[in-house]
């Protein structure tokens, strides 16, 4: 025992390091999606709606994981982790660089399908025990790096520099997790050809689906909602920060909290709060507020369903990572997108309230088993 204990330790310590590294790097670029919208959407004159396929680029890479994860994870989820983040630090250089949608386009594909592949590999490389609490932890360690990224893009623009090469603040963490030797999560106990239990993965997948729906509906568009509120962009931009900052306490505090059985009714509580003060505020104190209490509610929401999902008994590791990213991909592409797309048509405050059909479901869907 006293020989295998520490490479055991060195090896978690490894292996929590270098999905730390990762989690950084795809926090910083995710909470880069709202401010970079909105800043491009200036930048080249065009409307905000037309623009927002470039942050859905996160969720196209998600769907693709999810149908070919159980093949590429057959490499190893650590060494996927690695290459993913070599993609996403060529990306972000790509859209730091220029507004031109050809080459900014084209990083925002490498970005967002790197930022995916971590998604895919991160749960297989964190299951087991505690699943819940160590995705809480790393997720929130994430959330709070992504502070950072609307605190970055507002200081640029402030001083009249494009908040875009802010993007580039995530390179050098990146290449840390490259240059990181390769690991390994716990084995997996379930073969790859059994049985999936359909009901209780079907039921996990909406829950993800409505949870980091809601998320997204609120990281790219928040930015958008204070500006309309007559601030400047780099105003918003540092506003914004809000999101991030309810989200990083959220989910670092989480951990103490997601296995009770009120977490999930406490924090579905909160986002509606949160939600009907984004749509009542006419000023960008109320609005950041209400973007503040609604990230709070927000943030230990994923931990806890992809947590039920890694525990499902009999669902292998492989297959909880391809339904997990299902999910996740399935939300970024349509709630951000339907949000939008109502933007355009009845104006962003009254589309803010999208969350809250969204909530009741969840509500419901909470409560099954």
């Known amino acids: 025992m006293t020989v295998e204990a520490p490479p055991v330790k060195a090896a978690t310590r490894d292996l929590t ?7 950084i790097g795809l926090g910083l670029l995710v909470c880069s999606y709202g ?14 709606g037309e623009l927002v396929w470039l942050t859905m680029t996160f969720g196209a890479g998600l769907v693709l994981a999810a149908a070919a994860g159980p093949a590429v994870l057959r490499a190893g989820a650590g060494l996927v982790l690695r290459i993913a983040c070599a993609v996403i630090a060529v990306g972000a250089v790509l859209m730091a660089a220029t507004p031109q949608l050809a080459i900014a386009g084209t990083g925002a594909v490498l970005v967002g399908f790197g930022c995916a592949a971590i998604a895919l590999a991160t749960p297989d490389l964190l299951r087991g025990p505690g699943a819940a609490k160590h995705i809480a932890v790393l997720v929130g360690l994430s959330s709070a790096a992504g502070v950072c990224a609307p605190l970055m893009f507002g200081a640029l623009e402030s001083v009249g520099v494009p908040g875009r090469w802010a993007l580039l603040s995530a390179v050098p963490v990146l290449l840390a997790a490259v240059v990181h030797r390769t690991v390994q999560g716990p ?16 039921l996990a997948w909406s829950r993800i689906v409505l949870c980091v729906g809601i998320e997204f509906c609120f990281s790219i568009w928040s930015v958008a909602r204070l500006v309309d509120t007559g601030v400047p962009l780099g105003t918003a931009s540092l506003l914004g920060a809000g999101f991030g900052i309810g989200m990083a306490v959220g989910r670092l505090v989480g951990p103490r909290f997601v296995d009770r059985p009120w977490a999930v ?8 709060a949160g939600t009907v003060a984004v749509y009542l505020g006419q000023d960008p104190v109320s609005v950041t507020a209400g ?6 509610g927000i943030a230990p929401l994923y931990p806890i369903m992809l947590g039920r999902l ?11 990572a391809s339904i997990g990213s299902l999910a996740s991909g399935t939300a970024i592409l349509s709630a951000p997108a339907a949000l939008g797309w109502l933007d355009g048509q009845i104006g962003l405050r009254e589309a803010f309230l999208l969350p809250i059909p969204l909530l009741v479901v969840l509500l419901v869907l909470s409560r099954r088993r």
């Open 17 to 23: 390091r270098v999905v730390a590294f990762a989690q």
């Open 35 to 48: 401010p970079y919208l909105a800043g491009i959407a200036v930048e080249l004159d065009r409307p905000r």
């Open 187 to 202: 084995p997996d106990d379930v073969p790859d050809g059994g049985r999936i239990p359909v009901g209780p993965a079907a």
């Open 265 to 272: 009714h406490a924090a579905l509580a909160l986002i509606a």
């Open 291 to 296: 973007i503040a209490v609604a990230s709070l």
């Open 310 to 320: 890694v525990g499902i008994p009999g669902l292998s590791g492989r297959h909880s």
